[in-house]
């Protein structure tokens, strides 16, 4: 917070910062993006840059004569850059692997197919993201390990089987999703294991407890909102889902097993349920046999 709005001595900053590894530049006065890429330039061995809360008013990002071979984390909050603004920027980091760009209203799409390859972490929350097919570009990333999603307003999840092949975390809380369909939609992420979805309008009812039925929905995930899920609490989801639905079951409509589509293998694993009541196998009730 130097309120600083210029390089300044260019040769100077490149004496004396060569060894940078560190930058934080947030919250000054700087206005146009190209001065502070110039900043980054100055600094061959940079590995992580903070510039949010700098309102950049001239966006257009000059054509990369030497891309900056060595950071890789950015943090962009709030200075207003659109998604094409960024991908922009991203031609001049091409090894950058995590990039913070929340707080600004972002459609994403329309993602070069050469950028961000080395990119693991995604953090773009309070972005005004309503849609979950505005995604798709980023899907294809081949390292995305991180999505950061929370306070946006996403309301509907459909994912392809295939897309975000490489996603282990994933954060949703305080959007807009009130479907359990949307949450189904989720093990089509085949290597998630950490979720944060709270504060979400999910449809529940008397007696429905919301972690137990994303715990039996996704066995795959180890962390939910922040804790561990024990053996016991998968127990506990797994008994409680086969109870909760049994009626539903029974029904036998077509639909039921396209939102519920692990119950038939907790009935092959725990047997039947019958009246709201299950027959187990004896054997399965604990979790540590």
């Not at 090894?95 to 050469?114: D, M």
């Amino acid at each position: 917070e130097e309120s600083i709005i210029s390089v300044g001595d260019a040769s100077f900053i490149a004496e004396k910062c060569i060894n940078t590894e560190n930058l934080d530049m947030s919250l000054n006065l700087f206005n146009d993006i190209n001065r502070m890429l110039q900043v980054i330039h100055l600094m061959p061995k940079l590995k992580s840059v903070h510039l949010k809360g700098n309102v950049i008013t001239s966006k257009e990002v000059s054509e990369v004569e030497e891309p900056h071979a060595s950071l890789e984390r950015i943090y962009l909050a709030g200075i207003g850059l659109s998604w094409g603004e960024f991908c922009k920027l991203a031609e001049h980091i091409p090894n950058i692997r995590e990039v913070y760009i929340s707080g600004s209203t972002l459609n994403i799409g329309n993602t070069p197919a050469h950028i961000l390859q080395q990119l693991t972490v995604l953090d773009v929350q309070h972005s005004d993201i309503a849609n979950w097919n505005s995604l798709n570009d980023i899907s294809e990333l081949p390292n995305l390990n991180t999505l950061i999603l929370s306070n946006n307003t996403i309301s509907r999840i459909q994912i392809s089987p295939g897309k975000f092949s490489k996603l282990e975390t994933l954060s949703l809380d305080n959007n807009n999703i009130s479907e359990w369909s949307s949450v189904a939609q989720l093990r089509n992420l085949t290597l998630l294991k950490t979720l944060r979805i709270r504060l979400n309008p999910l449809i529940t009812g008397p007696g429905l407890d919301m972690r137990l039925l994303v715990v039996a929905m996704l066995p795959a995930v180890k962390k939910l909102n922040g804790t561990p899920i024990s053996a016991n609490e998968r127990l506990q989801a797994d008994i409680f889902y086969l109870k909760h639905f049994a009626t539903d079951y029974y029904k036998d409509e077509p639909d039921f097993h396209i939102l519920h589509y692990r119950y038939k293998d907790l009935v092959k694993e725990y047997g039947e349920p019958i009246r709201g009541c299950l027959r187990l196998h004896q054997s399965r009730t604990n979790p540590s046999s």
